[in-house]
């Protein structure tokens, strides 16, 4: 494993014997030393350094400065990956990122190594490596103001951040990139944001640099590149499993070495982990930079939600499902922009008596090839995205138009998102003026993919339409979001349990149970109940029981018992 500090030490002639005596001054460097050291550098930034010293004061540093100094020295006398990597991220950050001028860096630099000899006693016999040891200190302050120039100079090709390649770099490189290497990593740190806000982004750009510096210590040779704010891509030629090994052993290191970072009440100790997805590139020789940005990212998405390991190979089969997701996307937006779609209904009914309630509003698309498709097929990646809004507004225009033209005449219900009621409520609403659609025509289910009660601007909407006559019912209920709270403070219409507690209602008891829990709210708030997915006679009876027992008759089915959803022609 080297790095560019690593190749730079050794134009000194600084060997790994070198280093190894340089070790062995830690016995001279006490706790009283180190402490003497730091304070008189501190206090030359102070004296001599006032623009500095203000932005030490500005970032709530001040305190932790001489620790940060003593952690140096550490550093110094331990000479291995964590002094390289700290070298590799001072330059990259505090330097060419302009956080300290260089002009400071270097005058308070030259005060530290002038407080190292003056305070410092040194033996005859530890005379050599001392001399060892300052070299390498000489060593350190020349990489830096080399790195520094070469930034000035270069600053339009690299990330100003961690100094990697752009990723503008990349994408013009794309071919070339993916034809010479073999393996493809996408990394995202963890809980990114989280050290933004609490820490500042002067700590954020620290924790990227740090990792930058980490990655091509690791990955020397390799392309390595940020992409977008925690996002890195690494593309090498190793083997994908020697890979997997190196990243574990980065992750390993930022656990036992937690970053140290500079606070208004000292050092405070980050520990960085992140998540990554790794590709054979040779999977396919004829791959699009698309194709794999598509496979990495959606890849890196489903370990964040699944929690599966955090280093993760992509098999074969993730990679073609992914690419055929990516067609079927791309057959969508077409659909879509070209307006193939089609309506159909489905009958909800009283569980007694057959009798029609109302019919739900089903989108199907029609793709390139001509198949009529579900929405359920890629639902769950458009979800709460501009797809999916796209979608509500060609049903919704649809619909409109269908009933103007008395082509429907029964009371429906949409399906729409939480996006959408956020975005285009109003324009829903003027639409619903500009078709002349009845308020008490319309019932609106919303579709729990986030959590409603988050939202104040959405409740509000979603009161305005109570008050307007048009009914509200919560979808998917008993899923991801939905709980107690959301019907205790929503002054709902209508819930519809989700089909997959209807389906196993027989079989568990704990499904039973909710069923009947819900009831029981559903009577004290007189809403109405609509059980998704009955296919069975036995269901349809295990529901009828319930209400008895409850006394409660609001109760409706949707699902194939009563039929499939039919095309509205």
């Known amino acids: 494993m080297r790095g560019k500090f690593q190749d730079f030490i050794n134009l000194y002639g600084i060997t790994p014997e070198n280093l190894k005596e340089i070790r062995s001054l830690s016995s001279i460097f006490d706790a009283k030393t180190k402490e003497k050291i730091s304070k008189r550098t501190h206090e030359f930034v102070i004296k001599y350094l006032p623009e500095s010293a203000k932005l030490l004061e500005d970032l709530g540093a001040t305190n932790a400065f001489s620790g940060t100094i003593e952690k140096f020295i550490d550093y110094l006398l331990n000479p291995g990956e964590q002094l390289f990597t700290y070298v590799e991220t001072v330059a990259k950050t505090h330097i060419t990122g302009s956080e300290i001028p260089l002009k400071d860096f270097l005058k308070d630099y030259t005060e530290f190594i002038n407080a190292i000899l003056t305070e410092v006693e040194i033996p005859p016999e530890k005379l050599d490596a001392f001399k060892k040891f300052i070299l390498m200190l000489i060593a350190i302050l020349t990489f830096i103001t080399d790195t520094y120039i070469n930034t000035i100079k270069e600053k339009a090709e690299v990330d100003p951040i961690t100094k990697l390649p752009s990723k503008s770099k990349l994408i013009f490189k794309t071919h070339e990139t993916l034809k010479n290497f073999k393996t493809a990593v996408l990394l995202d740190i963890e809980n990114f944001t989280e050290y933004n806000l609490y820490y500042g982004y002067n700590v954020g750009n620290s924790i990227l640099a740090t990792i930058a510096s980490l990655l091509q210590l690791n990955f020397y040779g390799c392309y390595v590149t940020r992409l977008q704010n925690d996002e890195f891509f690494i593309a090498t030629k190793l083997p994908i499993g020697e890979v997997k090994k190196k990243l574990y052993k980065i992750q390993k290191e930022l656990e036992e070495h937690p970053l140290s970072i500079p606070t208004s009440f000292g050092l405070e100790n980050i520990k960085i982990e992140f998540t990554g997805v790794l590709l054979n590139t040779k999977m396919d020789e004829n791959l699009k930079f698309n194709d794999l940005m598509w496979v990495l990212y959606n890849s890196l998405k489903e370990i964040n939600d699944k929690f599966i390991e955090k280093i993760h190979i992509i098999t074969r089969e993730e990679f073609l499902n992914r690419l055929d997701n990516k067609r079927i996307i791309t057959d969508l937006l077409f659909s879509l922009n070209q307006k193939h779609i089609k309506l159909s209904v489905q009958k909800v009914v009283n569980i007694f008596t057959g009798e029609t309630f109302f019919k739900e509003i089903l989108a199907r698309i029609i793709f390139p090839n001509g198949k009529i498709i579900s929405p359920a097929l890629f639902i769950n990646f458009t979800a709460n995205s501009t797809i999916e809004k796209k979608l509500d507004r060609l049903v919704i225009e649809s619909l409109f138009q269908l009933i103007k033209e008395k082509a429907i005449n029964d009371r429906v219900s949409i399906n729409v998102s939480q996006i959408f009621l956020q975005d285009d409520f109003y324009w829903l609403l003027s639409q619903m ?60 219409d209508g819930i519809k349990i989700d089909g997959s507690i209807i389906e196993s209602l027989q079989k568990n008891p704990l499904d039973e149970l909710f069923v009947n829990s819900v009831i029981e709210f559903a009577k004290i708030k007189d809403v109405y109940i609509v059980a998704e997915y009955i296919e069975t006679k036995e269901q349809l009876e295990k529901l009828k029981n319930l209400s008895d027992k409850n006394k409660f008759c609001l109760i409706y089915g949707q699902g194939y018992l009563w039929g499939k959803p039919e095309l509205i022609n």
């Open 433 to 492: 003026d500009k078709y002349g659609i009845p308020n008490e025509q319309l019932i609106i289910e919303l579709t729990e993919r986030a959590d409603i009660l988050t939202t104040k601007a959405l409740r509000k909407k979603l009161e305005e339409l109570k008050k307007r006559g048009i009914s509200v019912f919560i979808d998917d209920y008993g899923v991801k979001f939905s709980n107690y709270n959301l019907l205790k403070e929503l002054q709902v």
